[in-house]
């Protein structure tokens, strides 16, 4: 191989990383971006009847890959709390569609949580009651029926791990008097009725 040649292999070897490490810086910006960008927050009513126990709500769509998160950090919340506390999830299916399109992964999952009930939301009907439009939305109303928490129990889009919001309600159901004002944190999920 000539000097020249060995050169010209090497000048396009500068040009070639030049152009891709801005490419990868950009495209991991943009993904970090999307992955860590709330979704629109809830606005439930601040009080539901009350009940024997705490109720958690959360809404899904049931073809949001962030919602697997959720689901996993749903269910180490639902293994701490034990008895203090009961769940419904509401999973969205459109009008036109049958209930079974709600049936997916996501539903097995919350079925298998003890504690857990996974509910039908045909057209988002009960989602709107409470205000939810972001898949993984989760609100807790106390034994009264007051609201106290409501947000994302995840850090980000599809990231399960330590987070605020699964932190903030154990809190909550530990010491249930030691936090009198409501809590929020973001929720990052897809839409919930995919719009």
């Keep these: 191989m000539s000097l020249r040649a060995f050169g010209q292999k090497r000048i396009a070897l500068v040009i070639g990383l030049a152009l891709w490490i801005p490419s990868v810086a950009a495209g991991l910006s943009i993904l970090w971006s999307y992955s860590t960008t709330p979704g629109r927050a809830a606005e439930p009513p601040r009080h539901q009847p009350s009940a024997t126990r705490a109720h958690l709500l959360m809404f899904v769509h049931p073809r949001c890959p962030c919602s697997d998160a959720s689901m996993g950090e749903l269910a180490k919340l639902m293994a701490s709390a034990g008895p203090r506390l009961e769940a419904s999830v509401y999973f969205f299916y459109p009008r036109q569609q049958s209930a079974s399109w709600a049936h997916t992964g996501l539903w097995n999952s919350a079925g298998a949580i003890p504690g857990v009930r996974a509910i039908e939301d045909r057209d988002a009907e009960i989602a709107g009651r409470f205000g939810a439009f972001t898949s993984g939305q989760t609100l807790v109303y106390d034994a009264s029926g007051n609201l106290r928490f409501k947000g994302g129990i995840t850090a980000a889009r599809g ?37």
């Design 159 to 195: 990231h399960s791990g330590d987070n605020a919001g699964r932190s903030a309600v154990e809190a909550l159901l530990a010491s249930p008097d030691s936090v009198q004002e409501l809590v929020s944190t973001p929720v990052f999920g897809c839409s919930l009725t995919g719009e």
